[in-house]
């Protein structure tokens, strides 16, 4: 059966093309008259050289170029416990769209157990974006002489891991390993990753336990050989086995919780409370950002996620989901854990 076009509809679908055209238009002039000449400030939960201040400052960098109305963007590192404290000060700023952070990985698990010195709840936040996922890894120094998880298995000697806090997964997932009777030590308290990786390549500690983008500024430690991979959290790496299949299943929902930082990512966040017109303007920024080819070309230089990007309401699903599985008693084996 042919369709017979009418003038009539032809005129209604030019008209309703036109209405859309002219709406669309109004919203950016309306968003472009909020942020012109503004400046929007982002808080980087770690200190700089790190891997959540090369893929802060990538956004930063890219994500004002979205925004209509073009304004000017300030980083500003604030560092200490493991990202907790620049999502104290976020909770407590104004909801206004011009205060913006990526606070670390880790941060919104100490929410949702309500760890010490924890002022926020995650799930009251504005999540605006996330690039995507990210696969952590165990790098261990060569000169150990250990090549394999079986080499680590089988040392003789203790095998040094370098930290941030007892609560990241950097100390907490080799801690469960050393739950199995591997010989690991672990050393908490490095306030970057940066700084955890000068100490390996110094011979400070022996091996970490990271997301593969911490070395986004480090790649000759891996290109020299200086360290290798032995493990992995989600099977990025090929042939490397995944710490899920080395764990006992019984440990299966407390990783969940320690590891539910890869699934996130690196997530862009604002205030409690934050308007629903900054709010939306932030979040279509983001996935215009992330699907930038001159974002993507930045990002995949310095090793960052592309390609599999989370928006925020997709994120505040993830963050109530993670809470509402957190039970008391995986929230006392994660506080044993995280006490270690």
């Not at 790098?139 to 680590?152: Q, S």
């Not at 997932?173 to 110094?202: D, F, H, K, N, W």
């Not at 539910?260 to 215009?288: C, H, K, Q, S, Y």
Request: hydrophobic share 45%; glycine share 10%; aromatic share 6%.
């Amino acid at each position: 059966m042919v369709r017979r076009v009418s003038r009539r509809n032809v005129l209604w679908s030019a008209g309703a093309l036109a209405a859309g055209l002219v709406t669309l238009s109004w919203r950016d002039a309306r968003a472009a008259d909020f942020y012109r000449g503004k400046t929007v400030t982002l808080i980087v939960g770690f200190a700089p050289g790190g891997g959540v201040d090369t893929q802060a400052r990538t956004i930063a960098r890219h994500l004002v170029r979205f925004i209509p109305g073009q304004p000017g963007v300030i980083v500003q590192n604030m560092e200490g416990a493991a990202g907790a404290l620049s999502a104290n000060f976020l909770n407590r700023a104004p909801p206004d769209g011009l205060t913006i952070s990526t606070p670390g990985r880790s941060w919104f698990v100490d929410g949702i157990v309500k760890g010490l010195s924890i002022g926020f709840d995650p799930a009251k936040f504005t999540y605006i974006g996330s690039a995507g996922g990210s696969n952590s890894v165990v790098y261990v120094r060569a000169a150990t002489g250990i090549k394999t998880l079986d080499d680590l298995r089988s040392s003789r000697q203790t095998v040094t891991f370098g930290s941030l806090a007892s609560t990241t997964p950097t100390a907490m997932v080799p801690q469960m390993l050393a739950g199995l009777g591997m010989p690991i030590r672990v050393v908490v308290g490095y306030v970057s990753t940066a700084r955890v990786l000068v100490a390996l390549e110094q011979g400070e500690v022996d091996a970490v336990f990271t997301v593969s983008d911490s070395f986004a500024r480090r790649q000759d430690l891996i290109a020299k050989g200086i360290v290798v991979p032995i493990l992995q959290s989600k099977g990025g790496l090929p042939n490397l086995p995944v710490v899920r299949d080395v764990l006992p299943p019984s440990q299966g929902a407390l990783l969940t919780l320690v590891m539910g930082t890869d699934n996130f990512g690196l997530p862009l966040v604002g205030p409690p409370g934050m308007a629903g017109e900054p709010t939306e303007i932030l979040r279509r920024a983001f996935l215009d950002m992330v699907a930038d080819k001159d974002y993507r070309a930045d990002a995949e230089k310095a090793d960052l996620p592309v390609g599999a990007p989370l928006d925020g309401a997709e994120l505040a699903a993830m963050i109530n989901e993670i809470a509402a599985s957190a039970t008391p008693e995986i929230v006392a084996a994660y506080r044993r854990l995280a006490s270690k």
